[in-house]
Nanobody
Framework: QVELVESAGGVVQTGGSLRLSCAASGGASRSGTMGWFRQAPGKEREFVATFRWGDFKKLYADSVKGRFTISRDNAKKMVYLEMSNLKPEDTAVYYC????????????????????WGQGTQVTVSS
């Protein structure tokens, strides 16, 4: 069983920055695919960013490309999401997600491919 724990989110102003972290424990290993999704009130959970542990192949949603950066700390089994130039539409609950599978590129952005989920953390961007 893989356990994922996200850091606390927060409230930031438009244009501000915030870093989220996700700690993987339990059966987590430095393999498979791990990333971030988010869900705004009344909306479907959507893909944000992800990567494969093995080759660090990364994928970003178009809406965050150039503003968000996903990174990792292999030794600590931590994944980070650096968010900059935040916009009110980035307001959502952010979820860390993982699977032990090395997802193919076309599947990396689909939430159905991820078996393990964190509890979620709220990010609010004020205008």
């Amino acid at each position: 069983q893989v356990e994922l724990v996200e850091s606390a989110g927060g409230v930031v102003q438009t244009g501000g920055s915030l870093r989220l972290s996700c700690a993987a424990s339990g059966g987590a290993s430095r393999s498979g695919t791990m990333g971030w999704f988010r869900q705004a009130p009344g909306k479907e959970r959507e893909f944000v960013a992800t990567f494969r542990w093995g080759d660090f192949k990364k994928l970003y949603a178009d809406s965050v490309k150039g503003r968000f950066t996903i990174s990792r700390d292999n030794a600590k089994k931590m994944v980070y999401l650096e968010m900059s130039n935040l916009k009110p539409e980035d307001t959502a609950v952010y979820y860390c997600a993982a699977t032990t599978s090395n997802l193919i590129f076309s599947e990396m952005g689909r939430k159905e491919g991820y078996k393990y989920w964190g509890q979620g953390t709220q990010v609010t961007v004020s205008s």
